[in-house]
């Protein structure tokens, strides 16, 4: 059996992988320095991404213009909540009302410069009458299908009318949004 030799070299350790794997504060300096690089590449990546996103979302497309539309909604929805509770004391009838016109008139008025970004094309009024007259008959459809659900499925639960409600406001915000989108704006 014949011992080959092995040269020297091969048997000593390789000083970047030394330090690399050290604990030595000059070894974690240098495992450190990389992480920042990558970190800091990671990071540009992530800026680079959300710039193109929020410069994707804040376009004339369709769905960018959906997005912004249901985050309007939503918005609207928290501000005519608060509302109706600050003014629950006189009634809920007039905490209703006022929450509905004045969250409506907002949600008009973020509609036109935020999400179809209209505000040099659409005057105040006419975004007001017409996205008005728009809330007016999405509520006059909800509440023509809920009477209709009443009539035609009377021993319907809580959870599943809760569930048709939200199905038809979100037929009914679909067809404001698009009639929205391609008359109003």
């Not at 020297?8 to 240098?30: D, I, K, N, Q």
């Amino acid at each position: 059996m014949a011992v080959h030799e092995i040269p020297e070299r091969a048997t000593m350790p390789v000083p970047g992988l030394v330090h690399t794997y050290t604990l030595s504060s000059e070894a974690f300096a240098y495992g450190s320095e990389a992480f920042d690089r990558s970190t800091d590449a990671l990071r540009a990546t992530g800026v680079r991404w959300s710039a193109r996103i929020g410069a994707w979302l804040r376009g004339d497309a369709a769905f960018a213009q959906l997005i912004r539309f249901a985050l309007v909604g939503g918005l609207s929805n928290v501000g005519y909540i608060l509302l109706f509770l600050a003014l629950y004391g006189g009634g809920p009838q007039v905490a209703n009302l006022a929450g509905s016109v004045v969250s409506t008139a907002l949600a008009n008025e973020m509609h036109r410069r935020l999400t179809f970004q209209a505000a040099d094309r659409v005057r105040w009024h006419t975004a007001q009458l017409e996205g008005g007259a728009l809330a007016l008959a999405g509520l006059a459809i909800t509440s023509g299908a809920l009477a209709i659900l009443e009539v035609t499925a009377p021993g319907m639960g809580d959870i599943t009318e809760a569930v048709a409600v939200l199905a038809i406001t979100a037929v009914v915000g679909t067809i404001r949004f698009l009639t929205l989108r391609l008359w109003v704006f």
